[in-house]
């Protein structure tokens, strides 16, 4: 499909090393930061500004005061090569002297930027010392003819190692320089009755602010941009609607039963109310026309692989292949432990598809998908290889899709004609967000756990005390319970002053010498890795030393404690995903947060809640409170969208205003090469370059 754009938009996409100033090194830093291109560092906004305009005099001004100062050179007390003693420079100005000192500058670069007898302008942040006022490294030294070199207002933004705010400030002016006219995407109404500027002037407005206030997100500047980020995700997901319901149509999957009865009659458990009533609107998505695009959202342990089993089965029974998809290979080897436990009577047997399976196993299990005589396949990534292909694919199911992209999560459902996707997560997502992230999607929730579970008690102990918790950790282990315990890395870096998993199972054993203990972390060998599993699931290690590796899907129900160390540096989805690990059999169950004081005031408020509810729907709410959707939605959410500019804990009003025009938008019918849909095209370039636009281009 050919989309044209206006050519002025491609300045836009330019790299950041063709700006005046910026190397392939700075450049590199700046993509590894905030992107690759002159769109990507217009987003990145100021967060507060330097007001340079105070120029008091020597009497009138106040310690730590930012201000300029007019100067003339007096004298000069700069040490010889490479003293540690400070260089200082006395100067005269109006009130009296200031004292310019500076740590390890060269002698040369002082003596001709500060000639004595001369007059200067100097700004930065002044103090004063033993009686002097003193100025350490002038952020600004200039003659008096060039005195607009010094900014009056100056946006502050956030950096990192090896890029400098004057380098970043330079190559955000020249970038918006390039921002070009475009065409209107709001319509014009609308733009009057919120009071907002066109594109290109909130990008100027929102770069060149001049009180704190301008640094609002309520402001009409950044309150337009962040209207046109949402808009352009909900147009993209509804383009994706569009398309996934079109490509489903004819498709109906009439069930016999036979499976999904059997099933039922043979379980050790009594599916709860919640679970029966999702298998309905599943099974009912199932057999109509439609292509089912459904998301299963589960809090832990409230049976969601249960659900997609019943599915599956409807498939089969329908004629069809099912396949699930998981993120990493002990997930995928749980499910296809368990499934094939649950179908072992019904003469199913289950295949495994895993991307470091030898060359024969991998050609014998795409034999038989291609065949048809594999029913149902569980895999990782490798189940979405060009090489792939099945006799009949009829369900598609996507588990913790969190960790998996838009086009990912369709690729798997492309492999059938018409075949249903179901994404599961058992990472509750507020409800702003999930309007957002799964747009495109209908939405079962599972909110009730299954009979007989246990509530997992919470605690909150200082480090301090990790004497008293490994006692108590022996007197659990001698009545026969089973332990977790969490590390945040493998092992100790010189960047943060965290337990590491090696050295803490190095540390226990010694201590514990009578107690088997496993380790696991991600850089472990596979097979090591699942033979400590195993150990741990059998038994024969009554304590599991582990990374977050273990944090999704692991099950052993004998397993009742887990203790998190330093548990201040994790997120509330994060806490709450890990606690659940513990909790899944009949055993009461306990979680120790083990906290490295002095706490912030976000670790206190994560640790509150932590201790007084087990609910995950109400945790990722909070967790969104506290943090906004920036962090709700970083890394671990990779497939989620990330804003740069809506903040949904701020600009949540906005969202219903975004999907509806965009489905106003859409009703119309336009294909996206209509010259009438030029200005939404220009919008889903700008914002959903890498997400739907791509996609649907591809394909």
Same mark, same amino acid.
Not at 105 to 122: M, N, T, Y
Not at 368 to 389: M, R, Y
Not at 494 to 513: S, W, Y
Not at 687 to 695: C, P
């Given at each position: 499909?050919?989309?044209?754009?206006?050519?002025?938009?491609?300045?836009?996409?330019?790299?950041?090393?063709?700006?005046?100033?910026?190397?392939?090194?700075?450049?590199?830093?700046?993509?590894?930061?905030?992107?690759?291109?002159?769109?990507?560092?217009?987003?990145?906004?100021?967060?507060?500004?330097?007001?340079?305009?105070?120029?008091?005099?020597?009497?009138?001004?106040?310690?730590?005061?930012?201000?300029? $100062?007019?100067?003339?050179?007096?004298?000069?007390?700069?040490?010889?090569?490479?003293?540690?003693?400070?260089?200082?420079?006395?100067?005269?100005?109006?009130?009296?002297?200031?004292?310019?000192?500076? $740590?390890? +500058?060269?002698?040369?670069?002082?003596?001709?930027?500060?000639?004595?007898? &001369?007059?200067?302008?100097?700004?930065?942040?002044?103090?004063?010392?033993?009686?002097?006022?003193?100025? %350490?490294?002038?952020?600004?030294?200039?003659?008096?003819?060039?005195?607009?070199?010094?900014?009056?207002?100056?946006?502050?933004?956030?950096?990192?190692?090896?890029?400098?705010?004057?380098?970043?400030?330079?190559?955000?002016?020249?970038?918006?320089?390039?921002?070009?006219?475009?065409?209107?995407?709001?319509?014009?109404?609308?733009?009057?009755?919120?009071?907002?500027?066109?594109?290109?002037?909130?990008?100027?407005?929102?770069?060149?602010?001049?009180?704190?206030?301008?640094?609002?997100?309520?402001?009409?500047?950044?309150?337009?941009?962040?209207?046109?980020?949402?808009?352009?995700?909900?147009?993209?997901?509804?383009?994706?609607?569009?398309?996934?319901?079109?490509?489903? &149509?004819?498709?109906?999957?009439?069930?016999?039963?036979?499976?999904? +009865?059997?099933?039922?009659?043979?379980?050790?458990?009594?599916?709860?109310?919640?679970?029966?009533?999702?298998?309905?609107?599943?099974?009912?998505?199932?057999?109509?026309?439609?292509?089912?695009?459904?998301?299963?959202?589960?809090?832990?342990?409230?049976?969601?692989?249960?659900?997609?089993?019943?599915?599956? =089965?409807?498939?089969?029974?329908?004629?069809?292949?099912?396949?699930?998809?998981?993120?990493?290979?002990?997930?995928?080897?749980?499910?296809?432990?368990?499934?094939?436990?649950?179908?072992?009577?019904?003469?199913?047997?289950?295949?495994?598809?895993?991307?470091?399976?030898?060359?024969?196993?991998?050609?014998?299990?795409?034999?038989?998908?291609?065949?048809?005589?594999?029913?149902?396949?569980?895999?990782?990534?490798?189940?979405?290889?060009?090489?792939?292909?099945?006799?009949?694919?009829?369900?598609?199911?996507?588990?913790?899709?969190?960790?998996?992209?838009?086009?990912?999560?369709?690729?798997?459902?492309?492999?059938?004609?018409?075949?249903?996707?179901?994404?599961?997560?058992?990472?509750?997502?507020?409800?702003?967000?999930?309007?957002?992230?799964?747009?495109?999607?209908?939405?079962?929730?599972?909110?009730?756990?299954?009979?007989?579970?246990?509530?997992?008690?919470? %605690?909150?102990?200082?480090?301090?005390?990790?004497?008293?918790?490994?006692?108590?950790?022996?007197?659990?282990?001698?009545?026969?319970?089973?332990? @977790?315990?969490?590390?945040?890395?493998?092992?100790?870096?010189?960047?943060?002053?965290? +337990?590491?998993?090696?050295?803490?199972?190095?540390?226990?054993?010694?201590?514990?010498?009578?107690?088997?203990?496993?380790?696991?972390?991600?850089?472990?060998?596979?097979?090591?890795?699942? +033979?400590?599993?195993?150990?741990?699931?059998?038994?024969?290690?009554?304590?599991?030393?582990?990374?977050?590796?273990?944090?999704?899907?692991?099950?052993?129900? &004998?397993?009742?404690?887990?203790?998190? &160390?330093?548990?201040?540096? $994790?997120?509330?989805?994060?806490?709450?995903?890990?606690?659940?690990?513990?909790?899944?059999?009949?055993?009461?169950?306990?979680?120790?947060?083990?906290?490295?004081?002095?706490?912030?005031?976000?670790?206190?408020?994560?640790?509150?809640?932590?201790?007084?509810?087990?609910?995950?729907?109400?945790?990722?709410?909070?967790?969104?409170?506290?943090?906004?959707?920036?962090?709700?939605?970083?890394?671990?959410?990779?497939?989620?969208?990330?804003?740069?500019?809506?903040?949904?804990?701020?600009?949540?009003?906005?969202?219903?205003?975004?999907?509806?025009?965009?489905?106003?938008?859409?009703?119309?019918?336009?294909?996206?090469?209509?010259?009438?849909?030029?200005? @939404?095209?220009? =919008?889903?370039?700008?914002?959903?370059?890498?997400?739907?636009?791509?996609?649907?281009?591809?394909?």
């Amino acid at each position: 499909m050919h989309i044209p754009r206006p050519t002025s938009l491609y300045r836009l996409f330019a790299s950041t090393s063709s700006l005046p100033g910026i190397g392939p090194k700075i450049a590199a830093i700046m993509e590894k930061r905030i992107g690759g291109h002159l769109i990507d560092i217009l987003r990145h906004l100021p967060v507060s500004l330097n007001d340079r305009r105070a120029r008091p005099s020597v009497d009138e001004a106040e310690d730590g005061q930012l201000a300029t $100062f007019e100067v003339l050179v007096l004298s000069g007390d700069i040490p010889p090569g490479k003293s540690n003693r400070p260089a200082r420079i006395t100067t005269e100005t109006k009130g009296g002297r200031l004292e310019l000192v500076f $740590f390890r +500058a060269r002698a040369d670069w002082l003596r001709q930027s500060l000639p004595i007898g &001369e007059r200067r302008l100097v700004s930065g942040r002044v103090e004063r010392f033993q009686g002097r006022l003193q100025m %350490a490294h002038p952020d600004f030294i200039t003659s008096l003819e060039k005195a607009s070199d010094i900014p009056e207002i100056e946006p502050i933004y956030p950096l990192t190692a090896g890029l400098s705010a004057r380098i970043l400030r330079r190559a955000i002016l020249a970038s918006l320089k390039a921002v070009p006219d475009l065409p209107e995407w709001i319509d014009v109404q609308q733009l009057r009755t919120h009071q907002w500027p066109s594109h290109k002037h909130a990008l100027q407005e929102a770069h060149n602010p001049q009180e704190p206030s301008d640094l609002l997100a309520s402001t009409p500047a950044r309150t337009r941009l962040a209207y046109d980020e949402l808009l352009a995700n909900q147009f993209a997901l509804g383009l994706l609607r569009r398309q996934t319901s079109a490509a489903g &149509e004819g498709c109906a999957k009439e069930g016999s039963e036979k499976l999904t +009865a059997a099933l039922l009659s043979a379980l050790p458990f009594t599916p709860t109310n919640a679970q029966m009533r999702v298998i309905a609107e599943i099974k009912a998505d199932q057999m109509s026309e439609a292509r089912m695009l459904r998301l299963l959202q589960g809090d832990v342990g409230s049976g969601k692989t249960f659900v997609a089993l019943m599915a599956m =089965l409807h498939a089969l029974e329908a004629g069809y292949q099912a396949a699930l998809l998981a993120p990493t290979e002990i997930l995928a080897r749980q499910h296809h432990a368990s499934l094939s436990a649950l179908l072992k009577e019904m003469q199913i047997e289950p295949e495994l598809l895993l991307g470091g399976m030898k060359t024969k196993e991998r050609k014998e299990v795409t034999e038989k998908l291609a065949a048809g005589s594999c029913q149902i396949v569980i895999g990782t990534h490798a189940l979405l290889s060009d090489d792939i292909h099945f006799a009949k694919l009829g369900l598609a199911v996507v588990d913790e899709q969190h960790r998996f992209g838009v086009r990912q999560r369709l690729v798997l459902g492309q492999k059938g004609d018409g075949c249903d996707v179901l994404v599961m997560t058992a990472t509750p997502i507020p409800r702003t967000l999930a309007m957002t992230a799964y747009g495109d999607l209908q939405v079962s929730r599972l909110d009730e756990k299954p009979k007989g579970r246990q509530e997992i008690s919470t %605690a909150a102990i200082s480090g301090e005390r990790i004497a008293e918790i490994v006692e108590r950790l022996r007197q659990a282990v001698a009545s026969q319970q089973r332990a @977790y315990w969490i590390c945040p890395l493998v092992e100790e870096t010189d960047k943060l002053d965290v +337990a590491a998993a090696e050295d803490r199972h190095r540390q226990l054993q010694a201590i514990l010498p009578d107690i088997q203990i496993g380790l696991v972390h991600g850089r472990m060998k596979t097979d090591e890795r699942e +033979a400590a599993m195993a150990e741990f699931k059998a038994g024969k290690s009554q304590i599991l030393i582990a990374t977050t590796v273990i944090e999704v899907g692991v099950d052993v129900p &004998e397993a009742s404690i887990i203790i998190i &160390e330093h548990a201040e540096r $994790f997120g509330l989805a994060q806490l709450h995903q890990l606690r659940g690990r513990v909790g899944r059999g009949s055993a009461r169950s306990a979680c120790i947060l083990m906290y490295q004081a002095p706490l912030s005031e976000a670790a206190q408020a994560r640790l509150k809640i932590m201790r007084a509810t087990n609910d995950g729907f109400v945790i990722a709410e909070e967790d969104l409170r506290l943090r906004g959707p920036g962090e709700v939605l970083g890394q671990r959410q990779s497939g989620l969208p990330e804003f740069c500019l809506a903040d949904l804990a701020l600009h949540a009003d906005l969202l219903p205003l975004a999907r509806q025009q965009a489905e106003n938008i859409l009703e119309k019918g336009f294909s996206l090469d209509a010259p009438e849909m030029e200005p @939404y095209v220009v =919008l889903l370039s700008l914002f959903e370059r890498d997400n739907a636009v791509r996609f649907l281009a591809s394909g």
